[in-house]
Structure formats: structure tokens, C-alpha cells
T-cell receptor, first 111, second 113 residues
């Protein structure tokens, strides 16, 4: 039973365009959501997060949107750059130490 | 520089042998974690420890063991009881002040032949 789902295993986007990565969750008790970026053979690095009291958080080219009623969050990357090609993981937390992770979406930025 | 180190980066073992993966952090973090990543799957929690000399099983603890004798170190032993040990193993840590944002090591790719 996956509590955090990333339904798109991969996504291909033209350089300079917007990349939108989606994540759905089932546990309404989740109150903190994070996005991590992972290159091959490396550990994930924290990208951006959002608390359930907000519906948007922006950091440079990265914006995360949270729709609590739909139990959905998304990561927007504008404009997309070649270095953004990586696997992106969505994770959620219920205010404890355990993060619940999605399966990841592989983002490919085409030149 | 502060960070988390995992060694070795690549590890090969024969089937039936126990193997221990190292994880060290100098971030003064209280909590440490071990995750396993398999293709097409999210990170799955093996074990975690919130304080020295204490640890709890995660979702897939069977076939693994850990110890937390020092705050800086959280080694993971993959035992011969683990049925499918070939995977990418990630260690992470976080502080009490930032309980939800974990910092990861570079990972160890274990291949059992």
C-alpha cells in the first residue's frame, strides 16, 4: 500500500521549458512534504519543501505547490536546464522522523 | 567539511557471506537511518536510530542488523538471511531541530555474486 505515489516513471522536457513533476499521497495526516533530487550512484540531495499550512513555496527556479484537498503536490522547474536531468523523489512526513518516499520520476532535459 | 560518508562505494560479496556497510557523520546529528533503493522503487527504510544505543526496525528490517554505539556511526550488516541483498544502500541523518530534512551519504552499491 503506497502512501506516496509518483505515477510517472519518467518525463522528458525540452531545455528552457517548464518541467512539472507530480506526487499524490493518501495519508491525510502528512503535514510536511519534500522533494529530493538524485543523480546516478549518489545520495539524494534536498531540493525544496512545503508545510501543510502553505499551498506554495518558491526557491529560485523551483516551486512546489500543495493541494491538500486533492492530496496532490507538484514540483515546477522553470526554466529547465540540462543539469536538472536526474531522478526526483517526493517524500512526506507526519511530524516524526520517518519519511515516506515515492518511487521517483526520472527527468530528462533535452537540448 | 561536515557531511556523511559511506564506504566503500562499491562492494562485492559471495552469496552466504555477511557484509557490513559503514556510515559515519560529523554533523552532530542525533538521528540516523538506513535506506535501500531498488530500480523503480522509492527509498525503503531498513533501520533507524534516534539516539545512541537505541534503534528501531523500519519497513524491511528482515535480514539486516545495525548498531549505534557512537553518535557518529551507524553501521549496517547485511546478513546471509537477506534473500535479495543486491541493491543501492543509502545512509541518512538529521538533527532534532530539522527532523524532516534528511541529509544523505553518497551510497554503497552492494552486489552479491
Amino acid at each position: 500500500d503506497q502512501q506516496v505515489k509518483q505515477n510517472s516513471p519518467s518525463l522528458s522536457v525540452q531545455e528552457g521549458r517548464i518541467s512539472i513533476l507530480n506526487c499524490d499521497y493518501t495519508n491525510s495526516m502528512f503535514d510536511y512534504f519534500l522533494w529530493y533530487k538524485k543523480y546516478p550512484a549518489e545520495g539524494p540531495t534536498f531540493l525544496i519543501s512545503i508545510s501543510s499550512i502553505k499551498d506554495k513555496n518558491e526557491d529560485g527556479r523551483f516551486t512546489v505547490f500543495l493541494n491538500k484537498s486533492a492530496k496532490h503536490l507538484s514540483l515546477h522547474i522553470v526554466p529547465s536546464q540540462p543539469g536538472d536531468s536526474a531522478v526526483y523523489f517526493c517524500a512526506a512526513s507526519e511530524s516524526n522522523y520517518q519519511l515516506i518516499w515515492g518511487a521517483g520520476t526520472k527527468l530528462i532535459i533535452k537540448p | 567539511d561536515g557531511g556523511i560518508t559511506q564506504s566503500p562505494k562499491y562492494l562485492f560479496r559471495k552469496e552466504g557471506q555477511n557484509v557490513t556497510l559503514s556510515c559515519e557523520q560529523n554533523l552532530n546529528h542525533d538521528a540516523m537511518y538506513w535506506y535501500r533503493q531498488d530500480p523503480g522503487q522509492g527509498l525503503r527504510l531498513i533501520y533507524y536510530s534516534q539516539i545512541v544505543n537505541d534503534f528501531q526496525k523500519g519497513d524491511i528490517a528482515e535480514g539486516y542488523s545495525v548498531s549505534r554505539e557512537k553518535k557518529e556511526s551507524f553501521p549496517l550488516t547485511v546478513t546471509s538471511a537477506q534473500k535479495n541483498p543486491t541493491a543501492f544502500y543509502l545512509c541518512a541523518s538529521n538533527s532534532r531541530q530539522s527532523t524532516d530534512t534528511q541529509y544523505f551519504g553518497p551510497g554503497t552499491r552492494l552486489t552479491v555474486l
